[in-house]
C-alpha cells in the first residue's frame, strides 16, 4: 500500500508517516494551524470553481496564489478579480492576451504557457497545488509540483493512468503528499489513514452505473451525447460525464487506485451502486469492510483533500438515511460496457498501454460528444488503436509523450472513418 500509516502530532506539527511498498516516507512537517496558499489549476472548470467555494468558506484557512485556466478568459477574469491571486496562468494564446489586458492595471501576474504552469506551482509561496486541468493536459504540472515536493490535492486521474509509476516514486523521492480528490478514491484514503499495508485484502470502487445502467446495445447504439450528459447523481464536466456513461471513469479509477495505494491488480475490484452513497470500500484480511458514505457532492472531498490531515466543519448537506433508506450492489456488465474491460486490460498488460487507453478515450470522448463517433464505437476505436501503438513495458516520460501522440493519430484516423464522420 502506497498510502497507510501513523498520523501523529508533536511540538504542534503533523508528523506524517506513510508505508510505502519499499518502506517508510517521512513526509516531514506540515504545521497544523498555518494558512494555507493554494495554487488551483483549472480553476474555471468543474472541480476549480467548487474549490474557490471551499476557499469562501474558509477565508482563515485558504489563500488563494495562483489560478489557471485553459481558455476561460471570462470567468478566470472574474475569479483572478475576487480572490486576487499573486498570478494566473492560461495556456490558450487570445485568451491569454484577453486576461493580460483585463488585469493590466492589477498587481497580479499574468503568465502563458505550460511551462509556466510547471514554474508556478514550484513557488516557495505555494503551499498546496489542486491539479484539477482534464486529461493528458494536466501531467506535466502535476509531475512539476510532486518534483517541488508540494502538498498535491490531485483531482487529474489520468495523471497516474498515464504515468503512475513515475509520479508515485518521485513523490516518495521529494516526499510530496498526494491527497486524492476523487470521491471514490479519497474514500479509500479515509479508509486506509491508520491501517497496516499489510492487512488489506482489496478495495472495491463503487460506480453510479450513469445514465444507462441495465441499458443493452440495441438501445445504446442510438444515444446521443446530450442523453449521456444526463447523469442521474453528479454533476461534473462534459469529460467525466461522457466518462461514467461508458463506465470508462471507474476503469481509470481501478489504474489511479493501483498506483496511489501501491494495489496489486488483483486487489482493485468495482461493484455498481445506484444510490451514490457508499463511495467506496476498503476490504481487509480479516474480513472486515470499512466504507466511507456521504451525498454525492464534489465538495466534500475536495475540502478534504485541501484540509489534510484536518477535517474541517461546514455547512454541506449531511446525508439523511430516513430520506435514502435503500443501499443497493450489482455486478458492472463488463460485455455491454465495454470501456471498462478495456481499461482493466490495459491495468492487467501495464507499461505505456494505460497512455494509449487514456489517449485514445480523450479523443474518441471529443468525436461523440461533436456527434462525429456513436456511443459504442468508442470502444470499438479505444480497443483498435490499443492493437495499434507498440507496447513498451518500461517507459520513461518520453516514451509516455511518444505513446500519447501515436495514439491520438490512430484514433482521430479511426474517428473519420466513421459513417458518421463522413456523412
Known sequence: MKIAGRLRYRNGYLRSDYRLAGGVLPLGRHPANKMKRIAILGSTGSIGTQALEVVSAHPDMFQVEVLSAHANADLLIEQAKMYKPNAVVLTHQPSFEKVKSALSSSPIKVFFGQEALCDVVQWETVDIVLGAIVGFAGLHSTFAAVSAGKHV???????????????????????????????????????????????????????????????????????????????????????????????????????????????????????????????SFVQFNDGSLKAQLGIPDMKLPIQYAMAFPKRIPNAFKRYDFKQFNTLTFEEPDYKTFRNLALARDAMFKGGNMPCVLNAANEITVQAFLQNRVDFLEMSDIIEKTMQKVDFVERPAMEDYERSDAEARRYAEEFVKQSPLATH
Open 153 to 279: 490535492a490531485l483531482a487529474n486521474k489520468e495523471t497516474l493512468v498515464v504515468a503512475g509509476d513515475l509520479v508515485m516514486q518521485r513523490a516518495a523521492e521529494r516526499r510530496s503528499l498526494l491527497v486524492p480528490v476523487d470521491s471514490e478514491h479519497s474514500a479509500l484514503f479515509q479508509c486506509l489513514v491508520g491501517e497496516h499495508p499489510d492487512s488489506v485484502d482489496k478495495v472495491i470502487l463503487t460506480a453510479s452505473g450513469g445514465p444507462f445502467r441495465g441499458k443493452k446495445p440495441n438501445f445504446l447504439v442510438n444515444v446521443k451525447a446530450s442523453h449521456a450528459m444526463q447523469h442521474p447523481n453528479w454533476t461534473m464536466g462534459a469529460k467525466i460525464t461522457i466518462d461514467s456513461a461508458t463506465l470508462m471513469n471507474k476503469g481509470l479509477e481501478m489504474i489511479e487506485a493501483k498506483w496511489l495505494f501501491g494495489l496489486k491488480n488483483e486487489q482493485i475490484d468495482v461493484v455498481v451502486h445506484p444510490q451514490s452513497a457508499v463511495h
